[in-house]
């Protein structure tokens, strides 16, 4: 698979890393990206935000993806201010002015009636990024198969993800399972986790990949058995 | 800290310390769930659990339930300020544990938006921030500046504007000089970050206004992280005993000591030389100051460090702390709690094995027990330590421990312990079965006793002294958590003497949905202007919402759906003792089920139920009774099922399918699922395992049971609907090339491969083409414009 656009230069996997304390100081940076847990926002009434507190160790050339979680309940989540798309954005830009950030991503399992809301502040978030920055989001498996509304919006990729799917669909407990990716944002990029079967793996296929401990050298080893290095 | 790191600090407060890792969260649609009981909590909000609504312990529950459970057990209850003091502190419980299911969320100012209100008073400017956050200060709770520091700037100030006055340059200045100390609060941990200091004043100012900025000078350096700086300032202040902030910073020097000492270090290791030299400052202090929330903050303090340098000695402490009353019973938990994990540590990976496998929890299982043996021989001096380790585990060893402990001592905590662990074969159970029943209704362990020894009875067969036991307490249940009542409901469901008992036990009380918002009866999942998205009304509540509607437990859908034969299933759909909104979800499941094991008599049967309930099958089900033949009558089974994407042979178990039941959902919530499991989108990898572990019913005879079981598995060898239906239809419409109804069956063909649950086989191509040769003109090849 070619590999065109912000993302090209990034390297083939990348792990992400919760709010947890993690140590990914000796991991190879042509290898693998960090992608951590930068923020999370809470919309309610109103807005708060819970910056990461765990500590991370990471090495210094490693390629770092910012990534703000949007969480915001169906019923109590008032998303009607106008002028929120924009405060959000602004909150999540700011993560592009940190050192070593290479990418940002966003996850935010936006229902039905939040969609307009999410694309609004994807739009105006594209809009404060540095050009040349990456902007990623996270997508449910079921937006990049039977949905077609992140079509139009304004980011480099949409990772689909292939764990804790719930009733998304129904993954095998056998590796090698197969999803139907019709979204193109969705092709070159895959979400998985260690403790859940992978789905076939296309050649050239960027992974993000989630580990439910922290990573540990033990757990790295485990990761590139499985990926065959 | 070098510069090829980023490390971001915690916190030093116990409180931060203990700050639970945030979920990877599912990725799934908010589709509602229902909420019985929580594993990891008491009912929401667990005010009224902490008040002593203590219900059915759970060895599940987070650490600190179960240390409030041992109290209530042994005799010691909560007083009210142990109650709001375990209350406060929120890292003790998980999710929204502190609050009700239906809360009104209000906005409510966080400290650094009170400072912006108090500061507006006096300075119409905003204060200044990082130029890259912008909505800092009306977003975020102060990150590296916290609470204390915002509403001690915010009672200055009034002070100032009082002793300055409100337009006098002087409060200007000061404002400035907090300005730039707040200027040091966001994103703390960046190393890159240069610290803001305010301008020192020269000596001719005045003298408060320049013993407030020293003080501000002295915090910047601290919010900025520049402890030798912070510590430089705080302690000439404290030497001055005209600065106001004198006592102020005798406290903050040890502060910033343990700071200090916490901080610049691989993340768990303290640099124990900076944290005895702040143990003796804050100890002195602690001794010398007269401010008494000074003094409490300072002891507080004192308990950190020793956690930090004496663990072991400290966790028999607390341990001891918190079986007692006390008055900082909040603080206590959550450090016990802290040195309890931090003991345990985290879950490993094992080299070679594949995380998620059964190996890996094999394995870790295994070590997880070796974990708690281990700990537990290290605290078995201390009996609540003892208590919850044997509780929250569920090794052979536990059931041994507990029914040792019980043994040696016969108290009530130990009862409880016991007789959670054992089941009704075990040797034991007649002692406890003995002992528990002695108990009497007001004690705060009578509503887990009552549930165990209904459960022991049922695994002893001794069904009629279950039902007498469960039915007198359930008598007492007024004030029961709703979770304990329904699962002694539960438990009394499984003796139940016959069918009608049963179906009146079915319905279980959800304490609520999550995953979606239920506002008025309907789902958020719903409210949708979108293109296909239409949706059953009110099948949550009725309107105006008031008690939410019963709903089926995992439990009671197992039953239904793998344990009890048709016949039994017609006359459950029909009792009169079924709730109307589960006589909704049964009748049409009956029918579904009825037509495709191929009983038209049962079918027959439930039949006028059905289309009272679902009008919009009358004419289909008309016609399948009118069918000539078993042929006829296998295709418009499968023609009227294709019809309606909400029609299953299955119930599911708590919220019901939202999609309208003639809809077909895009998220594949349509007909069921290969292996006719109830879980119809079979994601759960460990349904086949619950499913197993549900008991059989009582009031099943051996016959029944066995009929039960072929009925299951009849409907499981049917396989995927996306294969079965469009197989029927297909061959139907080859057969029978002159059927009028077979374009329309064929276009539902069509959509059952599209939108079913399972990938099915592929047939859209031949469908497509089949409808496009052989009926042009028919508007349903006109609706089926592609394959895919």
Redesign the interface.
């Known amino acids: 698979m070619q590999r065109t656009g912000r993302f090209a230069s990034f390297p083939p996997v990348t792990l ?1 890393v ?4 993690d140590d990914v ?1 000796k991991l190879d940076p042509h290898r693998y990206a960090v992608a951590y ?1 930068a923020e ?2 809470v919309i ?17 050339d490693a390629r770092l993806v910012a990534v703000v ?1 949007i969480e915001a ?4 989540a008032d998303l009607s201010d106008p002028e929120l798309p924009g ?1 959000i954005a ?2 999540i ?2 993560w ?5 950030t290479a990418a940002v991503q966003v996850d935010f ?1 936006a ?3 939040q969609r307009l809301f999410y694309a609004r502040m994807l739009g105006a978030l594209r809009n404060r990024l540095p050009v040349r920055l990456p902007l990623s989001i ?1 997508a ?3 937006w990049c198969a ?2 077609d509304w992140i079509a139009s919006l304004p980011v480099d990729e949409a990772v689909p ?1 292939f ?9 095998s ?1 056998t590796s090698g399972w ?1 999803y ?1 990716i019709r979204e193109p944002l969705c092709r070159n990029t895959v ?1 998985l ?5 992978w789905p076939d793996l296309q050649p050239g296929t960027r992974l993000y990949v ?5 990573w ?1 050298p ?2 790295l ?2 990761l590139e ?2 990926l065959g290095l | 800290m070098t510069k090829y790191q980023r490390v971001f600090l915690a916190v030093v407060c116990a409180a931060a310390l203990l700050v639970r890792p945030l979920p990877m969260l599912g990725h799934v649609p908010y589709r509602p769930e229902v909420i019985f009981f929580s594993p990891a909590h008491p009912d929401r909000p667990v005010s009224s659990f902490a008040a002593g609504k203590v219900g059915v312990v759970q060895p599940s529950w987070a650490l600190g339930y179960l240390v409030v459970a041992y109290r209530y057990f042994n005799g010691q209850p909560l007083s009210s300020a142990e109650q709001k003091s375990f209350l406060a502190q929120k890292e003790l419980h998980p999710g929204f544990a502190l609050e009700p299911f239906e809360r009104k969320y209000e906005e409510r100012l966080g400290p650094p938006q009170q400072w912006v209100q108090a500061r507006a008073q006096f300075l119409r400017t905003k204060p200044p921030t990082n130029r890259y956050d912008s909505d800092w200060w009306k977003y975020t709770d102060g990150e590296g500046c916290l609470a204390g520091a915002f509403a001690n700037a915010i009672r200055t100030l009034r002070d100032r504007a009082l002793r300055f006055g409100a337009h006098s340059i002087e409060l200007q200045e000061w404002i400035a000089g907090q300005d730039q100390v707040f200027l040091n609060c966001p994103r703390w941990w960046d190393s890159a970050k240069q610290e803001v200091l305010p301008e020192g004043l020269p000596l001719s100012s005045n003298p408060l206004l320049r013993a407030d900025r020293a003080y501000q000078i002295a915090a910047a350096h601290f919010y900025a992280r520049n402890f030798d700086g912070a510590l430089h300032g705080f302690e000439a202040i404290a030497a001055d005993q005209t600065s106001p902030w004198h006592e102020l910073s005798a406290y903050l020097v040890a502060r910033t000591l343990i700071q200090k000492g916490t901080a610049d270090e691989t993340p768990g290791v303290s640099n124990a030389e900076v944290l005895k030299q702040a143990e003796q400052r804050m100890r002195a202090f602690s001794i010398e100051t007269k401010d008494a929330g000074l003094r409490r903050s300072a002891l507080g303090l004192l308990n950190l460090i020793a956690i930090r340098l004496r663990p072991e000695a400290q966790l028999r402490i607390i341990s001891s702390r918190i079986s007692h009353p006390g008055t900082n019973f909040g603080q206590d938990v959550e450090d016990f709690n802290y040195l309890i994990n931090r003991k345990i540590g985290p879950e490993p990976d094992f080299p070679g094995v594949e995380d998620g496998s059964v190996e890996y929890d094999r394995k870790l299982a295994a070590w997880r027990q070796e974990r708690y043996q281990a700990l537990n021989e290290r605290v078995n001096n201390n009996e609540v330590a003892d208590w919850i380790l044997t509780m929250a585990s569920w090794s052979p060893w536990s059931q041994q421990h507990a029914l040792a402990r019980w043994r040696s001592g016969r108290n009530l905590p130990w009862l409880v312990a016991a007789i959670s662990k054992v089941d009704g074969r075990s040797s034991a159970a007649i002692e406890l079965l003995e002992a528990a029943a002695q108990v009497q209704p007001g004690s705060p362990a009578y509503a887990t006793l009552a549930l165990h020894r209904g459960r022991l009875l049922r695994e002893r067969q001794e069904f009629e002294q279950a039902r007498r036991v469960l039915d007198a307490a359930l008598e007492h249940s007024q004030a029961w958590p709703v979770s304990a009542v329904t699962l002694v409901k539960g438990e009394r469901a499984l003796v139940a003497a016959g069918l009608e008992e049963f179906v009146g036990l079915l319905g279980s009380q959800p304490l609520g949905f999550t995953n979606g918002a239920i506002d008025r009866g309907e789902s958020e999942y719903c409210e949708d202007t979108g293109r296909d998205v239409k949706c059953e009304r009110y099948i949550f509540s009725g309107k105006p919402a008031k008690r939410l509607y019963p709903q089926l437990t995992f439990n009671a859908a197992v039953i239904i759906n793998e344990r009890m034969p048709l016949e039994l299933l017609v006359q459950a759909a029909q009792s009169p003792q079924l709730p109307k909104n589960l006589r909704l979800r049964l009748a049409p499941a009956v029918w579904a089920r009825s037509a495709l094991l191929e009983r038209p008599d049962l079918a027959q049967t439930i039949a006028p139920d059905v289309v009272i309930l679902r009008p919009e099958l009358k004419p289909f089900i008309t016609a399948y009774q009118q069918a000539e033949g078993p042929a006829e009558r296998r295709f418009l089974a499968a023609f009227t099922i294709a019809h309606f994407p909400g029609l299953r042979p299955l119930v599911e178990d708590g919220a019901p399918r939202v999609t309208r039941f003639d809809y077909a959902d895009n998220y594949r919530d349509n007909w069921w699922c290969h292996n006719a499991e109830l879980d119809e989108f079979s994601w759960d990898s460990s349904y086949v395992e619950r499913a197993r572990s549900v008991p059989e019913p009582a009031f099943l005879t051996a016959e029944q049971r066995d009929s039960g079981r072929k009925d299951h598995l009849q409907l499981v060898q049917i396989g995927k609907p996306g294969d079965f239906l469009p197989a029927i239809l297909i061959d139907w419409a080859r057969r029978h090339p002159n059927d009028p109804r077979v374009p329309e069956s064929l276009h539902f063909a069509w959509r059952v491969v599209r939108f079913s649950c399972d990938e099915p086989r592929n047939r859209t191509r031949e469908i497509f083409l089949l409808l496009h040769s052989r009926y042009p003109d028919s508007p349903w090849t006109r609706k089926t414009r592609h394959w895919y």
């Open positions: 992400w919760w709010e947890r304390p100081r847990l999370t926002i309610r009434d109103g807005v708060t935000t819970t910056v990461r507190r765990e500590p991370l160790l990471v090495a210094p979680r309940r169906p019923g109590t405060v602004g909150m830009a700011a592009a002015h940190e050192k070593g399992d229902t039905r009636s996270t449910l498996a079921s039977f949905d993800m764990f804790r799917m719930g009733p998304d669909h129904p993954p407990r197969r139907p979400g986790s260690t403790d859940e079967a989630f580990h439910p401990r922290p540990n033990v757990a080893t485990n058995h499985s």
